[in-house]
Nanobody, 115 residues
Framework: QVQLVESGGGLVQAGGSLRLSCAAS????????MGWYRQAPGKQRELVAR???????YYDDSVKGRFTISRDNAKNTVYLQMNSLKPEDTAVYYC?????????WGQGIQVTVSS
């Protein structure tokens, strides 16, 4: 059974930092591209950042220079370090594991940034 479990969300003031973690089980973690998505109220889910199996990364323009995605294959965990948070970063953040033709989602975790 595949499980992706997010942690580290919460309430933070604008300008603050949070680190999200996503622990994976039931998959060969090192073979999956891992990503973080977010969904704000009334908006579609959007890709925030992705780390590929070769550790290359992609960031949405809205988070470049503020967020850092990383993975630890020994711990089957992907991280999202979020700095200089803004109120518009408020959303439910979802972890995603992706392999061609196969994808899995975590349950989501709330991040709220107050102004």
């Amino acid at each position: 059974q595949v499980q992706l479990v997010e942690s580290g969300g919460g309430l933070v003031q604008a300008g603050g930092s949070l680190r999200l973690s996503c622990a994976a089980s039931g998959i060969r973690f090192s073979g999956y591209g891992m990503g973080w998505y977010r969904q704000a109220p009334g908006k579609q889910r959007e890709l925030v950042a992705r780390v590929y199996i070769d550790n290359s990364t992609y960031y949405d323009d809205s988070v470049k220079g503020r967020f850092t995605i990383s993975r630890d294959n020994a711990k089957n965990t992907v991280y999202l370090q979020m700095n200089s948070l803004k109120p518009e970063d408020t959303a439910v953040y979802y972890c995603n594991a992706n392999l061609i033709g196969r994808g899995y989602w975590g349950q989501g975790i709330q991040v709220t940034v107050s102004s």
